[in-house]
């Protein structure tokens, strides 16, 4: 390979500069020429291309968002469009390319692959962490301590007014940032699309807290949560059924996407990357790069966007006492 391009695509996580950085390097390390696609699939469609350098990426690993931009491409879902992007690719010469984002990004890798034969490897980037294949995705980790830093200081409002907040954070089919930042942040009651409290239990379980003494409450809800139809939905049904409660909604919303990248997600995207361009150069193609009992593995591009990520039971059980 004397090319490699690469793309950042769907929604934007902390940690996408950090794998354009690692990616970049890496070719230069090998003598391949790294080409930059601004605006995703949008840019190869329209023929969006950078050469990069090494020097290229400096200062960009404590940066938030990508510097090679994100956009969704209508364009790219037909097969003219894809077609436009075929030939961009074989007029600058790139022999693989790298898909950086979420499933729907490597839906579109996996069949501009099928239909034209460029060697495609994904790396996981999305808060939300549901891509089977990898324990973490990147962006997941920063997401978690953004979202605990905001939890800490609501719960300081909280007790001063002796207020029950919603806070709705991001997840709309997986609870894995509720989950964990619900536990890390000491939240009463927890509320997941995987699992199905139900209003009467949420309602019980605060009746619970309050004769233990507890005169403020904290409640994390994904957005994907079905207890109401929305959070504001859960505030009112919950004053209605408990007058005692004084309840607040926050809802987090994209203030969870952006920040500098943890430690965490910087050493897992520099290693993402590097074994994105080995597995180029090894002629693998179709595969996600991701990170299984801290090993970086290979994952099927197939099974990583059609397979399910699974709720961890024990943080569940752990969660149920914890809130006592």
């Known amino acids: 390979m004397k090319k490699i391009a690469f793309l950042t695509s769907g929604g934007d996580a902390p940690g996408m500069n950090a794998v354009i950085r690692s990616v970049v390097r890496s070719c230069a390390y090998h003598n391949i020429i790294p080409v930059g696609i601004y605006n995703g699939f949008d ?32 364009e790219f879902r037909t097969k003219d469009g894809r077609k ?65 830093e905001v939890i800490d200081k609501i719960r300081d409002t909280a007790s001063s007014h002796n207020r029950l907040f919603f806070i709705e954070v991001m997840g709309r089919d997986a609870g894995h940032i509720a989950l964990n930042t619900g536990i890390g942040a000491g939240a009463e009651e927890i509320l997941i699309p995987e699992e199905d409290l139900g209003l009467e239990r949420l309602i019980e379980s605060l009746k619970r807290s309050k004769a233990t003494g507890k005169s403020s409450s904290i409640v994390v809800v994904a957005e994907g949560d079905k207890s109401g139809k929305s959070v504001f939905e859960l505030k ?34 520099s290693r993402m990357g590097v074994k994105a361009v080995d597995s180029l150069l090894e002629n693998k193609t179709n595969l996600m790069v991701g990170l299984s009992d801290g090993l970086i593995k290979l994952t099927p591009l197939d099974k990583a966007i059609k397979g399910n990520t699974n709720i961890n039971k024990e943080l569940l059980r752990v969660s149920d006492i914890m809130s006592i």
């Open 84 to 148: 436009k992007a075929y030939e961009n690719v074989k007029k600058q010469d790139i022999d693989g390319l790298i898909v950086i984002g979420g499933d729907g990004t490597f839906t579109g890798g996996l069949v501009f692959h099928n239909e034209f034969k460029i060697p495609i490897i994904g790396i996981p980037v999305t808060i939300d962490n549901d891509i089977f294949g990898t324990s973490h995705t990147i962006g997941y980790d920063t997401a978690l301590n953004t979202v605990v």
């Open 43 to 74: 840019g190869l469609i329209k023929g969006d291309f950078i050469e990069m350098n090494a020097r290229s990426v400096k200062g960009i690993l404590n940066k938030g968002g990508t510097i090679l931009k994100t956009a969704r491409s209508e």
């Open 236 to 269: 009112d049904y919950v004053e209605e059924h408990l007058p005692g409660y004084e309840a607040r909604v926050s809802v987090l919303g994209h203030l969870q996407r952006g920040g500098s990248p943890s430690c965490f997600d910087r050493v897992l995207a």
